[in-house]
């Protein structure tokens, strides 16, 4: 006989959507605070003033349009996609109060002299980075995606797309991919011909949120409906309009039928690699490995006596194109990293210039003026 299972935990509603106890608890710690009855919620989509979200008990189809407060003066800590917010009823429309402690978050680098880093998409747990096979395929485009999920705290999966169309030089490209990607796993996948699906379909655990990376036309949108089964996104053929040109597809946050998430993020056209240096550390994870041989521990390796990177590239172990576009992207990290220290020292300046002001005006005001 069976006896009544009480110990079956109450799903929560947004578990489809991937809470979990860690945000849970960051939904605890806000809204215990207030005086406003809040409601945990995720971000679909993201623009100024706003974002869309999704309510516990919310079909698909109703994202709630919710407002966040005031203009935040730094765009990193505005709503994107993926975040969990704590939102509140006022009137006919949501308020965004709180945008909750994130997990991980996708950062494209601000090189403007005044732009903020903005944040594509927050608390993902894996980034599919897709590049076809019968492209090339651009190892130096791969490095930079790299950089960007390292940083990010997300874990990269690597797709080859189209592997139909290499033919005889799939292992070629493989090979390519796999020596500028170590660290992450790579699967070799086709939407047409259902090749290497099954395995990669596996990875899109039930509750874990991914984001896709790659160029316009690298296959994105037909991997996500193969892995779906049916067409969750408008691929290329029904993209274009009357006119041949590409038409705005509505951001969403997609549910997989095996309850995997994806984060339809806008395209990202340029990559600027992150300023935190431990994106590209990880990226070139083998050449760092070797930089702690060299004999001289601030060796730059170039000329120096027992460095074992030149040693490695003489011996035909270490691509010397790898190697210098390692040294690319590390300056290209510092570059960054200093231009976002020498905005924040500007804003800082700026702050303090203010409360210097307003302190003055406060004792011109005491003294009766
Ligand atoms: N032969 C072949 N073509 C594919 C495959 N996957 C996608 N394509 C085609 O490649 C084109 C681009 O595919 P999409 O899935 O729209 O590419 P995307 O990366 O989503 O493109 P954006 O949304 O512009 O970033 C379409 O014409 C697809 O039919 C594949 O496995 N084999
Ligand atoms: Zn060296």
Not at 15 to 24: H, M, S
Request: proline content about 6%; aromatic content about 4%.
């Amino acid at each position: 006989m069976n006896t009544p299972d009480t110990d079956t935990p109450t799903l929560h509603p947004l578990t489809g959507l991937g809470w979990n106890p860690r945000v849970a608890r960051a939904f605890d710690a806000v809204a215990g605070a207030g005086e406003h009855p809040l409601l945990p919620a995720r971000v679909a989509s993201s623009r100024r003033g706003g974002a869309l979200v999704r309510l516990p008990g919310e079909t698909p189809a109703d994202y709630a349009p919710a407002l966040t407060r005031a203009a935040q003066a730094d765009p990193s800590c505005a709503p994107c996609a993926g975040d969990w917010v704590a939102v509140r009823r006022s009137g006919d429309t949501w308020l965004v109060e709180a945008v909750l402690e994130r997990s991980s978050s996708l950062v494209r680098q601000g090189v403007a002299k005044d732009s903020h880093d903005q944040v594509l998409a927050a608390n993902v747990d894996a980034v599919l980075i897709c590049e076809a096979a019968d492209q090339g395929p651009n190892v130096g485009r791969l490095e930079r995606f790299l950089s960007l999920v390292w940083a990010s705290g997300a874990t990269p999966v690597v797709a080859v797309t189209k592997t139909e169309l290499a033919g005889d030089g799939l292992p070629g490209v493989l090979e390519l991919v796999r020596a500028a990607t170590t660290g992450a796993d790579v699967y070799a996948v086709s939407a047409h011909t259902g090749d290497g699906l099954e395995e990669l379909s596996a990875r899109f655990l039930p509750g874990s949120s991914w984001v896709l990376l790659g160029t316009s036309g690298a296959g994105k949108s037909s991997l996500v409906n193969a892995i779906a089964g049916r067409p969750l996104m408008a691929t290329g053929e029904v993209r274009q309009d009357k006119r041949g040109r590409h038409t705005t597809t509505h951001r969403q946050l997609l549910e997989l039928p095996g309850g995997a998430l994806v984060l339809d993020i806008p395209g990202v056209r340029r990559i600027d690699v992150p300023g935190d240096p431990g994106g590209v550390d990880q990226t070139f994870a083998d050449v760092r490995e070797l930089a702690g041989k060299c004999r001289f521990r601030d060796c730059a390796h170039e000329s120096e006596p027992g460095c074992a990177i030149l040693a490695a590239v003489d011996e035909g172990e270490l691509d010397a194109r790898r190697l210098a576009r390692w040294n690319r992207l590390r300056r290209e990290a510092e570059w960054n990293r200093s231009r976002g220290d020498q905005r924040v020292r500007a804003e800082r300046k700026q702050r303090w210039k203010a409360a210097d002001q307003e302190a003055r005006a406060n004792a011109w005001r005491k003294r009766g003026g």
